[in-house]
């Protein structure tokens, strides 16, 4: 009777993908790509889509993959 390794398992269960939100810095249309901002760090990634400097976006690996909507922010104290 053949075994069944859990950890192999597991690890299929997660991929590798990076997945981040960032703010556009810079757009250059000409290799369809845009500077993007995330904490401390900058990277250059490709983008299809339409973007304006300032937009918030859904980063996959090297890739763009959505425009996301600006949230409102609130600060509440509680005394």
Do not use: H, Y
């Not at 390794?5 to 939100?21: C, G, H, Y």
């Amino acid at each position: 009777m053949a075994t069944t390794n859990i950890t192999k398992q597991f690890k299929s269960l997660i991929t590798d993908t990076i997945r981040f939100r960032a703010t556009v810095l810079q757009i250059d249309e000409a290799l369809s790509r845009v500077k993007v901002e995330w904490g401390e760090s900058q990277q250059w990634v490709t983008s299809t889509l339409s973007l304006t400097v300032g937009d918030q976006v859904c980063v996959e690996d090297t890739n763009v993959i959505s425009k996301l909507p600006s949230l409102d922010f609130a600060s509440l104290e509680v005394n």
